[in-house]
């Protein structure tokens, strides 16, 4: 294949002894790393009865695909012993690994723990609990092949209580789809499959994780999903209630933000500027001619407070797009991000020589 991989990555290197803390060591390289064509990444948040059964379930179904794989297991701080068994299932085991995490942080971050530390071409993530089904791994995989960055599951019949999960769901996947112009109908869904590069690229903060396919398509990913299977919860008990909502709807704010203005937040924040100032300006002047010419007592007029007020968050919003400005510069450079995405450099060019003449204009 002649293409190149998408953004510059450096690939996890070889690592002797135990992993210091924090996420940016790199992975040692007890898995292998050479060759895994498939990471599947599972957060695990006191998931003790299931762990052994998922487990079980994944290698299941990709011993069937014949693809050479791994299983990283993220323990997210359990206090039910999780992490005690997931070390024990490791001992037992060439296809797992695990990685325990030092407290509870979160779903978002076990996930981003987990990309770090996969080494697979390919990274599938799925929840822990046994509610997606390891057995539609396989056709996750096929679809990626046909071309795409990122697949994402739709739990099409999905088996959660309806006014607390289903209703909030189908109304935030709505938004979110409007917001980020990516039209698929189940964010939620955590089984997913990724090309690596793309994941290796992405920062995930808050719990950005849902909004994975709307941050991989900012940056250029072809995008598919498929209908999955999905089950009740048999153990435990859901991590999540009613007040997600309100965590989902800020991440989406960010989104919006992201999308419309990372590379150029003055845009954004000038313009709201000059309306505001421009309008305060204007309340301003009629006021001053009411004044002037009029003899009018403009003091206590709830006008002159609006103007006031209009006047100073224009220059607020000002200032604060100057500084978004310079953030943003920060933001891109120290990381060497670029503000684009290369798919493919294609060709070879080694540049032409116009006195390069071919042997046929040669010999006349
Ligand atoms: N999870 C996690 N850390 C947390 C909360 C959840 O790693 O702080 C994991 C959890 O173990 C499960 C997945 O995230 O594997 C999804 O959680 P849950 O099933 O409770 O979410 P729901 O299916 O109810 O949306
Ligand atoms: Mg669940």
């Given amino acids: 294949m002649v293409d190149s991989p998408l953004p510059p990555f450096a690939h996890p ?50 011993r069937a ?24 299932m490791t001992q037992a ?18 996930m981003a723990a987990g990309f770090h530390y996969a080494q697979g071409e390919t990274i599938v993530t799925l929840d822990g609990d046994l509610q997606n089904d390891p057995a539609d791994i396989p056709l996750l995989l096929a679809k990626l092949g046909e071309g795409y960055d990122l697949v994402s599951g ?8 309806t006014l607390t999960r289903l209703l ?27 090309r690596q590069e793309l994941v290796a690229d992405m920062n995930l903060y808050g719990e950005l994780h849902r909004f994975l396919p709307a941050l991989a398509f900012l940056e250029g990913a072809r995008i598919s999903e498929i209908p999955v299977r ?16 309100f965590r989902v709807l800020m991440d989406l704010l960010t989104i919006f933000f992201m999308k419309k203005f990372l590379t150029r937040p003055m845009h954004g924040f000038g313009l709201l500027g000059m309306v505001s100032m421009t309008l305060g300006g204007a309340i301003g002047v009629y006021l001053t001619v009411l004044k002037l010419l009029g003899g009018q007592d403009i003091g206590d007029r709830p006008l002159l407070i609006l103007a006031v007020v209009l006047g100073l968050a224009g220059v607020q919003l000002l200032c604060f797009g100057l500084l978004a400005e310079l953030l943003m510069r ?35």
């Fill in 154 to 161: 739709w739990r099409k019949a999905r088996q959660d209580d």
């Fill in 330 to 364: 920060t933001y891109h450079e120290s990381q060497g991000r670029p503000i684009y995405r290369v798919r493919a450099v294609v060709g070879s060019a080694v540049g032409f020589n116009p006195h390069d003449r071919p042997s046929a204009d040669a010999k006349s």
């Fill in 65 to 88: 695909e014949g693809v050479i794989y791994e299983i990283v297991c993220v323990d997210d701080g359990s206090q039910d012993g999780s992490g005690e068994l997931l070390r024990q």
């Fill in 13 to 62: 290197v070889a690592h002797g002894g135990l992993p210091s803390p924090g996420a940016l060591v790199p992975p040692d390289s007890a898995g292998g790393g050479a060759g895994l064509q498939v990471s599947v990444v599972v957060p695990i948040y006191n998931e003790v009865e299931s762990l052994p059964q998922l487990v079980e379930s994944i290698a299941a179904a990709l």
């Fill in 93 to 110: 085991r060439s296809d797992l690994r695990g990685v325990l995490l030092r407290r509870n942080y979160g779903q978002t971050a076990a």
């Fill in 230 to 245: 999905h089950h009740p919860r048999r153990y435990g008990q859901s991590k999540y209630g009613l007040d997600r909502t």
């Fill in 168 to 194: 909030p769901s189908k109304i935030a996947n709505w938004i979110i789809g409007r917001v980020t112009g990516v039209q698929i109908h189940d964010y939620g869904c955590s089984l997913k499959a990724y």
